[in-house]
């Protein structure tokens, strides 16, 4: 079994971690930089290059493609698809997750619930989109943020109209969303590998924080999820066409929100919250699974 993981460093922990899992496994392990790949669009030659050499077949791809270069990274993630590989995300799937409004969307019509959210360019409705989000405070995001970075918690009018104001003038879209104060910083993060949920954990901002991201200091503790919050989030990743994903989820007043879904989630964390071996049981199912398409293909 030879894959390959999709990413621009190896040294990250998470590349890391799914090295020695390949080595553990005797699954052959490449570390692919999209920014290297050389799509070449030629009939049944399509191919990618890199430094000059095309590269093998694989029998499967784990894209690990960082928010800053989501664009070309889902072009290579499609040239591999084009060129029948089996891509853990696909790039549909990457591309509808990693936008949040196209993801909530996704999730809202699938009925799915999620925080009440207004997306617009209109200045002069604005207090209209905030009316429709029960009102300030409320939350402001940018649709591709990540780490918490993008994700902005508004008090005043004032402030709003200011922020949105700069927002909209660095060209960003900006999404309008209800600010869950009950869930008094508090979220989980479902880890999905597959059609289930392989490890969660809640995570608890710190003091003077709304967000509880890992890297804005939010503290991970092992968690059992209730049934109808693992099932919202397998469904989530499902809707969205992710094998991998980290779920995003909050508890209101309403019952559970699903808040986001990453299609490169980070395990470091959930890794250290859990005790879990999450790299591992990635490996596990992506091996069962390119055995499962091989067979598949053969019986064609
Ligand atoms: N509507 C909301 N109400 C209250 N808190 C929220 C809301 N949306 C997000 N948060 C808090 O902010 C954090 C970051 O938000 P979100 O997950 O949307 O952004 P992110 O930067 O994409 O995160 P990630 O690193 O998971 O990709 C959440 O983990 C949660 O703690
Ligand atoms: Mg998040």
Partial sequence: ??????????????????????????????????????????????????????????????????????????????????????????????????????CLQILAGAGLRVPKTVLTRSRRSLENAVNAVNGLPTILKVLQGTQGVGVMLIHTPISLGSVFDTLQG????????????EAAGRDYRAFVVGDRVVAAMMRTAPEGEFRSNIHRGGQGQLVRLKPEIERAAVRAAKKLGLLVAGVDLMESDTGPLVIEVNSSPGFEGIERATGLNIAGMIIQFIKKEANRRKRSRRRI
Wanted: charged share 25%; net charge positive; glycine share 6%.
């Fill in 170 to 181: 660095l060209g960003q879209d900006v999404m309008i969303q209800q600010f869950i104060a």
């Fill in 1 to 102: 079994m030879r894959i390959a993981v999709l990413s621009r460093n190896k040294n990250l922990h998470s590349v890391r971690r799914l090295l020695k899992e390949c080595r553990a496994r005797r699954v052959e392990c490449d570390v692919i930089n999209p920014l290297e790949c050389q799509l070449v669009v030629d009939g049944k030659q399509s191919r990618i290059v890199v430094a000059g050499r095309i590269l093998p077949h694989y029998d499967a791809i784990l894209p690990r493609i960082g928010a800053s270069i989501t664009e070309y990274g889902l072009a290579v993630v499609q040239q591999f698809e084009t060129m029948g590989v089996f891509t853990v995300n696909s790039c549909e799937a990457i591309a509808q997750s990693r936008d949040k409004m196209s």
